[in-house]
């Protein structure tokens, strides 16, 4: 059986990519360091995904197993050894730290093996894999180095599935919305994964998806948070935010209309299509887990900003945009340290110095000037 090693056994691991290599016939390993979700992956062997929706379609998930990253090394560079994908689901911030391991893998692999192995980083974040493949690069000497090409292939790739925090008592089962959408970039023929579609070039589908969906999300979630709201589901029924959402949305629309030749109507039935996958009330999904790191959240190429500067740049419309940027700057979760970080930089420093070392945004840009109007309006 082929092999497949996961790194992040959380929502989407879990819920998406890990189901679909094990759905394609692959044993998939799991690393992680949770114990307890290690450890109970390799007691039960197996695990649901249910689907959130009227029937809740279960399906069963076998031929996984469970690695701790930080206390089993030698177990992952034996798995990473043997594996045809490499593939993450931890968050674009834990890429650095999970690279040195895969690099000693790497090393040890191009020793004895001329395989190919395949290495995709399933995140939320434009370049992932690229980001990825540097982090590796620095942890590997130079006779490795040589040894990548044709046996080691990175890929960037775009996911696309709403999975909430779990609300199981530590089950490993994993409620997932229906939809789903995997877009890899690559023009190599590679082992089928059923459910992976594979494109020439990822920047129309990544930007798409993450100036859509993401950018529609975050509106949501940190106006939401702004009143008091828990879930998505809940805050989109105030119609105000619903058309706010709307109006940034015909925001990031308009850019990438203009920027990848898209059908406008096409484009609008897209959004139709995400408002709709929002309003899943069996998805129970925190206004806080898609609000979560704020900072992450409020860089130059995520979700909000680089939209705006496109917009600006195209002399495009982005006030709807500023005013979710105002928003994101408010979120004050106290469980999230990023947004405790940055509460504490706009104490010390003001709101202009977060957008110009966070967003990479100028004090003196219209960008930022109308982020600061509409900061100072919401706060009051
Ligand atoms: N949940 C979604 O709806 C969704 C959809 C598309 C993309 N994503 C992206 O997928 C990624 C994962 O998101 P998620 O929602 O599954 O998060 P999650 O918190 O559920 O899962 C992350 C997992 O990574 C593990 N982890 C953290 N640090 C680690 C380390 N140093 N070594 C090994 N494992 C470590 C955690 O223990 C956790 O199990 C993010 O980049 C997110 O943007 C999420
Ligand atoms: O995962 P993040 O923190 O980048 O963003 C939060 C949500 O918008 C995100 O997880 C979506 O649910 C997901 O991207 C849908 O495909």
Same mark, same amino acid.
């Given at each position: 059986?082929?092999?497949?090693?996961?790194?992040?056994?959380?929502?989407?691991?879990?819920?998406?990519?890990?189901?679909?290599?094990?759905?394609?016939?692959?044993?998939?390993?799991?690393?992680?360091?949770a114990?307890?979700?290690?450890?109970?992956?390799?007691?039960?062997?197996?695990?649901?995904?249910?689907?959130?929706?009227?029937?809740?379609?279960?399906?069963?998930?076998?031929?996984?197993?469970?690695?701790?990253?930080?206390?089993?090394?030698?177990?992952?560079?034996?798995?990473?050894?043997?594996?045809?994908?490499?593939t993450?689901?931890?968050?674009?911030?834990i890429?650095?730290?999970?690279?040195?391991?895969?690099?000693?893998?790497?090393?040890?692999?191009?020793?004895?093996?001329?395989?190919?192995?395949?290495?995709?980083?399933?995140?939320?974040?434009?370049?992932?894999?690229?980001?990825?493949?540097?982090?590796?690069?620095?942890?590997?000497?130079?006779?490795?180095?040589?040894?990548?090409?044709?046996?080691?292939?990175?890929?960037?790739?775009?996911?696309?599935?709403?999975?909430?925090?779990?609300?199981?008592?530590?089950?490993?089962?994993?409620l997932?919305?229906?939809?789903?959408?995997?877009?890899?970039?690559?023009?190599?023929?590679?082992?089928?994964?059923?459910?992976?579609?594979?494109?020439?070039?990822?920047?129309?589908?990544?930007?798409?998806?993450?100036f859509?969906?993401?950018?529609?999300?975050?509106?949501?979630?940190?106006?939401?948070?702004?009143q008091?709201?828990?879930?998505?589901?809940?805050?989109?029924?105030?119609?105000?935010?619903?058309k706010?959402?709307?109006?940034?949305?015909?925001?990031?629309?308009?850019y990438? =209309?203009?920027?990848?030749?898209l %059908?406008?109507?096409?484009? /609008? +039935?897209?959004?139709?299509?995400?408002? $709709?996958?929002? *309003?899943n009330?069996?998805?129970?999904?925190?206004?806080?887990?898609?609000?979560?790191?704020?900072?992450?959240?409020?860089?130059?190429?995520?979700?909000?900003?680089?939209?705006a500067?496109?917009?600006?740049?195209?002399?495009?419309?982005?006030?709807?945009?500023?005013?979710?940027?105002?928003?994101?700057?408010?979120f004050?979760?106290?469980?999230?340290?990023e947004?405790?970080?940055?509460?504490?930089?706009?104490?010390?420093?003001?709101?202009?110095?977060?957008?110009?070392? =966070?967003?990479?945004?100028?004090? %003196?840009?219209e960008?930022? /000037? +109308?982020?600061?109007?509409?900061?100072? $309006?919401?706060? *009051?």
């Open positions: 059986m082929k092999l497949a090693v996961h790194f992040g056994a959380g929502n989407i691991g879990r819920g998406f990519i890990g189901a679909l290599f094990s759905q394609s016939g692959y044993h998939v390993t799991f690393v992680d360091i114990e307890q979700i290690i450890d109970k992956l390799n007691e039960e062997k197996k695990y649901q995904v249910k689907l959130a929706t009227d029937a809740q379609e279960c399906m069963t998930i076998e031929n996984v197993s469970g690695l701790n990253n930080l206390k089993q090394e030698k177990e992952v560079i034996e798995a990473i050894q043997q594996a045809t994908y490499l993450t689901a931890i968050g674009p911030n890429l650095p730290r999970i690279a040195p391991l895969i690099a000693k893998g790497l090393t040890e692999r191009l020793k004895v093996s001329n395989e190919k192995l395949y290495i995709i980083a399933c995140e939320n974040q434009i370049s992932a894999t690229d980001l990825l493949k540097g982090y590796i690069l620095e942890n590997m000497d130079e006779e490795t180095k040589q040894k990548l090409q044709n046996r080691v292939y990175f890929f960037n790739s775009a996911v696309d599935r709403i999975v909430p925090i779990q609300d199981n008592q530590g089950s490993l089962d994993v997932v919305e229906p939809y789903f959408e995997w877009v890899v970039e690559t023009s190599e023929t590679i082992p089928p994964i059923d459910g992976m579609k594979i494109v020439a070039n990822l920047a129309p589908f990544i930007e798409r998806k993450l859509t969906v993401n950018t529609g999300h975050a509106v949501i979630a940190y106006l939401g948070y702004l008091g709201k828990e879930t998505i589901d809940q805050t989109l029924v105030d119609e105000m935010i619903a706010q959402v709307h109006a940034t949305l015909s925001e990031t629309g308009a990438l =209309v203009k920027q990848y030749n %059908d406008p109507d096409e484009h /609008q +039935q897209y959004i139709h299509k995400i408002m $709709n996958r929002f *309003k009330a069996y998805l129970h999904d925190a206004v806080t887990r898609v609000g979560r790191s704020p900072l992450r959240k409020l860089g130059p190429n995520d979700r909000l900003v680089r939209p500067i496109e917009a600006n740049k195209a002399g495009l419309s982005y006030e709807h945009l500023a005013y979710a940027i105002a928003a994101a700057l408010l004050d979760d106290q469980h999230d340290e947004a405790i970080q940055m509460q504490e930089m706009i104490k010390q420093h003001g709101v202009s110095y977060v957008l110009k070392e =966070v967003s990479g945004l100028t004090e %003196d840009s960008i930022t /000037q +109308q982020v600061v109007s509409h900061y100072n $309006n919401l706060k *009051k």
